[in-house]
Nanobody
Framework: QVRLVESGGGSVQSGGSLSLSCTGS????????MSWYRQAPGKGRELVAG??????TYADSVEGRFTYSRDDAKNTVLPQMNNLKPEDTAVYYC?????????WGQGTQVTVSS
């Protein structure tokens, strides 16, 4: 069974940093396309960052502030969020695409106060 477990998140003031992590199990992690999404209150879910091999793409709204790495040996992806803004407040979700089948993590709340 494919499973994703997220950790990290929390509350921080504007300009602060937070580290998230997502650990997968039940699949060959190195074969998966891993992505992070977020959903702000009253809005749809949006892609934040995606990683395939050594290539990572970012949403324009987080480019230069967020970094996203993966450690296939530990079945983990590690988003690092710097210079956070109130508009980054959202539930952040890990997503794994394994052989064209998608699985979501449970989500972790990030709240940025001004």
């Amino acid at each position: 069974q494919v499973r994703l477990v997220e950790s990290g998140g929390g509350s921080v003031q504007s300009g602060g940093s937070l580290s998230l992590s997502c650990t997968g199990s039940g699949f060959i992690f190195s074969h998966a396309v891993m992505s992070w999404y977020r959903q702000a209150p009253g809005k749809g879910r949006e892609l934040v960052a995606g990683n395939v091999g050594v290539t990572t793409t970012y949403a324009d709204s987080v480019e230069g502030r967020f970094t996203y790495s993966r450690d296939d040996a530990k079945n983990t992806v590690l988003p690092q969020m710097n210079n956070l803004k109130p508009e980054d407040t959202a539930v952040y979700y890990c997503y794994a695409n394994v052989a064209q089948r998608g699985t979501w993590g449970q989500g972790t709340q990030v709240t940025v106060s001004s």
